[in-house]
């Protein structure tokens, strides 16, 4: 029997302990626009076989783990104070949460990542991927979809047939389109311009590493947060951006999605340093695109905030 490819579904949850299996359940759901797995990757090692006839050596796998790519719409849970169904993801990608009661769900970057368990069903086949750990990467663009895409790491364990687990897709709002209306408070380098598109990508050096005696593990070793804007291209007498780019001189970015409690979020840095301005055209009007890097205050593990509120 051919499987449906619309009978896929991911759920995760928080590890207690790496590696360890938490008894993952329907109401561990996340609902996704998109899902990729390698369900099987790694090294293969050839054996080289001095045989006295000529062909393909056979072949051994070595380091087998298993990737995933899952898109979420970005939106807050529907409640203020609720994370967001996709809040273990988050952690498993080297981020500390802060939470204010009724209030707010704070993401910001950590030295540390958690890890989680997923398990990944395609009709009625299941792929357990445990100790995953990731990066992800955030993408906001006028009249689209938002979007947060997680690339996840995790050890591998042989699928097996399991019938797909009834997910309870709860704690993920309806997204908003961002527009002038939902999306507002902008600012890079203190300048309220208008923005057509924003990029973030945390670029987290996330491998897997087994090592006689040691670690059968998905480390996090470091992260270089990068991304790209592109705005409304200001008169330089209002802004000029080829001055701070060619200054190296650091600066604010900042803006809120979404306008009803319980489905805003607020992304913040504090030490954007802009590269390579240049110009586009957009329907006739000059466009000003920007690359950036998130840089750290001497305090460390604050280059960038995620607030779901």
């Not at 790496?18 to 099987?40: F, H, K, M, Q, W």
């Not at 006028?142 to 897709?169: C, D, H, K, Q, R």
């Not at 999306?183 to 300048?191: E, I």
């Amino acid at each position: 029997m051919a499987l449906r490819t619309s009978q896929t579904i991911i759920c995760a949850k928080a590890e207690s302990s790496y590696g360890v299996d938490p008894t993952v359940a329907g109401s561990n759901a996340i609902l996704c626009r998109s899902i990729e797995i390698t369900p099987l990757t790694g090294d293969t090692v050839s054996r080289d076989l001095v045989r006295g006839y000529m062909g393909n050596y056979e072949s051994i796998n070595a380091n087998t783990h298993v990737q995933l790519t899952a898109e979420v719409e970005l939106a807050a849970s529907g409640a203020a104070g609720t994370a967001p169904a996709f809040s273990n993801l988050l952690l498993a990608c080297g981020t500390d949460l802060t939470t204010v009661s009724s209030t707010s769900n704070t993401y910001a970057p950590k030295a540390t990542a958690d890890s989680s368990t997923i398990y990944y069903f395609i009709d009625g086949q299941r792929h357990k991927i445990l100790g995953a750990r990731g990066s992800f990467s955030i993408n906001l663009s006028v009249s689209e979809i938002p979007t947060i895409t997680f690339n996840m790491v995790g050890l591998y364990s042989a699928p097996g047939t399991s019938a797909n687990l009834t997910p309870t897709y709860s704690n993920q709002s309806t997204p908003v389109i961002p527009n002038k209306t939902n999306t507002t408070a902008f600012q890079l380098h203190t300048f309220a311009g208008a923005m057509q598109t924003f990029s973030f990508d945390l670029n987290n050096d996330v491998s897997y590493r087994e090592l006689i005696g040691g670690t059968k593990e998905v480390v996090f070793t470091d992260r270089k947060p990068s991304g790209s804007i592109s705005i409304e291209a200001p008169i330089l007498s209002t802004k000029d951006f080829f001055a701070i780019s060619e200054a190296g001189t650091l600066g604010n970015l900042t803006f809120q999605h979404g306008q009803t409690a319980g489905n805003k979020v607020t992304f913040t840095m504090t030490k954007t340093d802009i590269q390579a301005p240049s110009y586009s055209d957009d329907n006739g009007v000059t466009m000003l695109n920007m690359d950036y890097l998130a840089t750290p205050t001497t305090s460390g593990n604050d280059e960038f905030s995620l607030k779901f509120h």
